[in-house]
């Protein structure tokens, strides 16, 4: 399975951009998904994730009110909508397909990522 991230660009801080990714086949419909960033020098942090059906999501606090993860249920594609973005907000970001129904804030629970979509916020 390949997943390919993205929606990246660069925007003035307080903007919006919506992140895509999909896989390369229908595999992982029934996965959950999510979203990651990475600074050069930190290490993958979670953003949000969701279940395989979309009806359950969770995001870091640095994100939440802010960002929305989305999927389409029977889909292998999920949505990152973020708003009021802040220069903090800089980052890698990165999709990734969880190995269960759900997903999970920690790196180690997916086992297919995306190449990384670069998403840069000006102040």
């Known amino acids: 399975v390949q997943l390919q991230a993205y929606g990246g660009g660069l925007v003035q801080a307080g903007g919006s951009l919506r992140l895509s990714c999909a896989a390369s086949r229908r595999t992982g419909s029934n996965n959950g998904m999510g979203w990651f960033r990475q600074v050069p020098g930190k290490e993958r942090e979670f953003v949000a994730g969701?279940?395989?059906?979309?009806?359950?999501?969770d995001y870091a606090d640095s994100v939440k009110d802010r960002f929305t993860i989305s999927r389409n249920r029977g889909e292998s594609a999920a949505y990152l909508q973020m708003n009021s973005l802040k220069p903090d907000d800089t980052a890698v970001y990165y999709c990734a397909l969880a190995r269960g129904a759900s997903f999970s804030r920690s790196a180690a629970a997916y086992s297919y990522w995306g190449q990384g979509t670069l998403v840069t916020v000006s102040s």
């Open positions: 969701i279940n395989w059906s979309g009806g359950s999501m």
